[in-house]
């Protein structure tokens, strides 16, 4: 069973750009859920989509958006990239109907914004 | 705020070592999970604990959660090089959700 697929895997951007990452759960995953990872604060997320539509949402301004596909393929978008941006962005896939289950993460999209 | 503190941030000790790392909140979880994150990779989930009190072990690894379900403790016994890396606690305010709180980790390096 193939795993949880980011694309790209690195990406370099200007501050002001756009930029969207692709994440494909594993097969049978109705839930992905996004992640930003920096250095000093950690891993912070950022939302979650089941079955195409917003299930949880962090707390990250609104340049950070992202949808889901019928296939429950995921993107999400950062418009204005600030420096600040700059992270680690992990996806992370899962059933999403049952209490406590397992997430599979993927091994991210490093963006670095110069 | 951080919502779950993790300590120590960082561990260098020497293989054959016992070590714990600690994960505290005063939020109540329903359920808290342990991953382990390897550079240039994403976090593997190493296990899930639920109940109050409950104590889950994985070979040289044991987890337990508090009776409160506010805190959980991982101990690695006997440490080798190959359990170098990053350690993260995860909690769930909710289950049913991917949205989980992590700590900040802990990165562990095993010397041989």
């Known amino acids: 069973k193939a795993g949880v697929t980011q694309t790209p895997r690195y990406l370099i951007k200007t501050r002001g750009q756009q930029v969207t990452l692709s994440c494909s759960p594993i097969?049978?995953?109705?839930?992905v859920s996004w992640y930003q990872q920096t250095p000093g604060q950690g891993l912070q997320f950022l939302f979650e989509y089941f079955s195409e539509t917003q299930r949880n949402k962090g707390n990250f301004p609104g340049r950070f958006s992202g949808r889901q596909f019928s296939n429950s393929r995921s993107e999400m978008n950062v418009s204005t990239l600030e420096l600040g941006d700059s992270a680690l962005y992990l996806c992370a896939s899962s059933l999403g109907d049952r209490d406590n289950e397992k997430l599979f993460f993927g091994s991210g999209t490093q963006l670095s914004v110069l | 705020t951080q919502l779950l503190e993790q300590s120590p941030q960082f561990l260098s000790i020497q293989e054959g070592e016992n070590l714990t790392v600690y994960c505290n909140s005063s939020?109540?979880?329903?359920?808290l999970q342990w991953y382990r994150q390897e550079p240039g990779e994403g976090p593997v989930l190493l296990v899930t604990?639920?109940?109050?009190?409950e104590v889950k072990k994985l070979k040289r690894l044991t987890f337990q959660f508090g009776d409160a379900r506010k805190d959980s403790s991982l101990h690695i016994t006997a440490a080798q090089p190959g359990d170098t890396g990053l350690y993260l606690c995860?909690?769930?305010?909710?289950?049913?959700?991917?949205?989980?709180?992590f700590g900040q980790g802990t990165t562990l390096q095993v010397k041989p």
């Open positions: 604990v639920v109940t109050g009190g």
């Open positions: 939020s109540v979880f329903s359920s």
């Open positions: 995860a909690g769930a305010l909710s289950s049913n959700t991917g949205k989980l709180i």
């Open positions: 097969s049978g995953h109705r839930s």
